[in-house]
């Protein structure tokens, strides 16, 4: 007669001393980063292979995960990113026909030290409370520790605030995407260069679905690079870490500004481009992060429902427009807002052929409202190759 073997116990240890007790998920070991929630209720496979998520230890408020396994087709990235992993209750067998390996599996395979059994809606409503934090997860031998050594522990590794991370997660040589590749049938209808501060596969993978080719670029690629490429735009990823620490591609960015080549950044980038304009950016007490958040498109007035997942915002004026702080770069408006928190979601540059997003619209898996923002970014590329570069000061022909 079998028997199921018994659990190893695991502690998650947050950096005001808060100890939650549950069972080891995943890998042994200690686990450190960053405490986070995310509120998507399907996608944790999407979620954990986003580099986005890089030095964070990730709480699922969806109560059951694992549910449906994982694959090699979901997956985001070449890897899973997340640093640790927190559920309450961890599926016991996957059931789904694409399922190719149990969650927990795959975790012990990447070596992501992981926890279960432990109340994720405490620990949620503490981080909303408190904000994000440092913390740990440590399990088997390494959990014999007292609670105060433990503590110590989490308290000596670095915050979030300060950490340069997207050169971490990107990648080291430059790579194509065709739209062959992807049912287009007819040539490229242009070329655009993606810089890759954390990308996912969906994004590269929208715009060669419109006929785009995307040359993906390392986070360490120069203007030289760019135009190499032959672009016709340029585009920045999502991507981990704090955008002050982004000074290479803020630089980059203002000299594709300089030279008109139309723009499009999202999460990442948008606080990328925000710096370039001139503006600051800041740390949100404890981010957004989910398949679930509401944003107010401000020239449609449309409510789009959006996956995000980023702990810094730009700190723009709502009430646009307004003179871009740095540069000529001419006016910019906050094009679109958090529905929660009035948090700056999107930018627009009236003056020049560029804008970015805060959110996902390449969201796997899920929602799908804002997937028009890659045909939004294409049009206006199709626009600047048939008029040619804008005079200086003219507007740009806005795209709805």
Request: hydrophobic share 40%; proline share 6%; glycine share 10%.
């Amino acid at each position: 007669m079998s028997t199921v073997p018994p659990k190893v116990p695991a502690v998650l240890v947050l950096e005001d001393g808060r100890i939650f007790r549950g069972s080891s998920y995943g890998a042994e070991g200690t686990a450190l980063g960053e405490a986070v929630f995310a509120t998507g209720m399907t996608g944790y496979q999407e979620t954990i292979t986003d580099p986005s998520y890089a030095r964070q230890l990730v709480v699922q408020t969806a109560p059951h995960i694992g549910n449906t396994g994982v694959n090699a087709a979901d997956a985001e990235s070449r890897r899973i990113w997340v640093a640790g992993y927190i559920v309450r209750d961890a599926a016991r067998r996957p059931s789904n026909w694409r399922s190719e390996k149990s969650l927990d599996e795959e975790l012990r395979t990447q070596g992501v030290v992981g926890i279960e059994g432990v109340d994720t809606r405490a620990i949620t409503r503490h981080l909303r409370e408190r904000g994000a934090m440092r913390a740990g997860i440590f399990s088997g031998a390494d959990v014999l520790s007292d609670d105060a050594r433990l503590v110590e522990q989490v308290l000596e590794q670095p915050s979030m605030a300060g950490l340069r991370l997207a050169e971490e997660v990107s990648i080291d040589r430059a790579y194509v995407v065709e739209p062959a590749d992807h049912g287009w049938a007819a040539e490229p209808v242009a070329t655009v260069a993606a810089l890759d501060l954390g990308i996912k596969a969906m994004t590269p993978t929208h715009f060669a679905q419109r006929g785009v080719r995307c040359v993906v670029l390392p986070a360490t690629a120069t203007f030289d690079d760019v135009v190499a490429t032959g672009a016709d735009g340029v585009f920045m990823s999502n991507g981990p870490g704090d955008p002050e620490t982004a000074e290479p591609q803020v630089e980059l960015l203002r000299r594709v500004l300089d030279e008109r080549i139309p723009f499009f950044g999202i999460c990442f980038g948008n606080q990328i481009l925000g710096r370039a304009l001139g503006f600051g950016t800041y740390k949100l007490p404890y981010g957004h992060r989910g398949i679930n958040q509401p944003v107010l498109d401000r020239r449609t007035g449309k409510v789009e429902i959006t996956s995000q997942n980023h702990g810094f915002a730009v700190d723009a004026p709502l009430d646009g427009p307004v003179q871009a702080p740095a540069g000529s770069y001419g006016r910019v408006e906050v094009s679109h807002v958090s529905l929660n928190d009035d948090v700056v979601e999107g930018l627009a540059c009236l003056d020049l052929p560029a804008f970015s997003v805060q959110y996902h619209p390449e969201a796997a898996a899920g929602p799908h409202d804002s997937a028009y923002l890659f045909d939004r970014f294409i049009e206006l590329i199709l626009t600047e190759k048939q008029t040619g570069t804008n005079a200086p000061g003219s507007p740009v022909q806005e795209v709805n």
